[in-house]
């Protein structure tokens, strides 16, 4: 009785309290209103992505979404994805020649955007009157973070490559680019990435690629390499084999039904023949050929580098491809990306994520960006 009472007490007191005036509640809702205490105080320079905490997640087929870049940045994406076309001298932006409009170009999509957002992060003002030796990023929660900025090369890649060197200026007169000086890589806000048509021969090019500020997109299924391979640890991740000899011994055969190099690699390979010279051919050819001096994702169609799932599952087998191509990729220094990733059943997806995540992989191709937002990156779930 007296419990039950207790209780009614204190139900009554809640209620009566949520009619009481609530001063910082009213604080909050007026806050930034003009004629309130704290109008004008709510924004600062660089708090275009205030809030946004960046999420290893590559927005894929960026041009289709509502917002283009804007829409991947909201859900804290470092790399975007733009598939170009060269026609008329002018780099269009879309998935396939139907899909193209002339306003629609990757100067108006993404580089005149990045300009302006990476101006406003990067402010000149009466308490700051000139630019940090360290550039900040598009993110303000974490400034050192660069954006990846994906080319797909549509069409004919040596055509191609001189328009998009062109088109990059803008970026590279700023500093804003990712390069590398001879020695090591100057990380800057974007990381410009070359894929598809993208000719690996240009890219080591000094004539063609003078600021080595444009890096490939190597083929990671010609990397996968056994534990023994390289004395360097591969990571917690990777040591958790129960027998990694008998794995590696099992994954020869299976590595090679699964290893269908890109057509443009083969393209490259003939390149680089033609581009240095012969007595060094022996040393370059090959997957070591790609290093974090001239490319930065490795990376492969998931479902061709590792095969068909069976009963939603990866097997040991498929597990040891994985982990083998996060290896071999590590050891030269670059990022690991798969892409046509499993997107349904939404089980299944989640699965994978959260292994490739779990696995080492560097940032998952993303589709669906409500999901990477609602996913929680720490701990490889939905929220």
Known sequence: ????????????????????????????????QKGQPGHALSSWPTDFTRDIQPIACHSHNDYWRTVPLYSALSAGCVSIEADVWLFDEELFVGHSTSSLARNRTLKALYIDPLMDILSKQNPVTEFHPGSDASLNGVFDTNPAQTLTLLIDFKTDGSATWPYVVEALEPLRSANYLTHHNGTISIPGPITVVGTGNTP??????????????????????????SSTTSD???????????????????????????????????????????????????????SDMYTHENSYYASAAFGKAIGRM???QLSEQQMGLIRGHIRGAHRRGLKVRYWDLPDWPIGLRNHVWNVLMREGVDVLNVDDLIAARKWDWGKGEER
Request: hydrophobic letters at 40%.
């Open 1 to 32: 009785m007296v419990l039950g009472l207790f209780q009614l007490l204190r139900i009554l007191a809640g209620l009566v309290s949520n009619f009481l005036p609530d001063h910082v509640q009213d604080f909050l809702d007026f806050w930034d």
């Open 232 to 286: 360097a640890d591969p990571g917690p991740s990777l040591r958790q084999r129960e027998d990694p000899a008998k794995e590696d011994s099992e994954l020869s055969d299976t590595y090679r039904q699964h290893d269908s190099p890109p057509i443009y690699h083969k393209t490259s390979r003939e390149a680089v023949k033609e581009a240095i010279p012969a007595a060094n051919t022996t040393v370059l050819l090959g």
């Open 200 to 225: 690996f021969s240009h890219i080591i090019s000094n004539s063609t690629n003078p600021s080595h500020d444009i890096f490939f997109d190597a083929p990671l299924s010609q990397m996968w390499e």
């Open 310 to 312: 069976w009963r939603m």
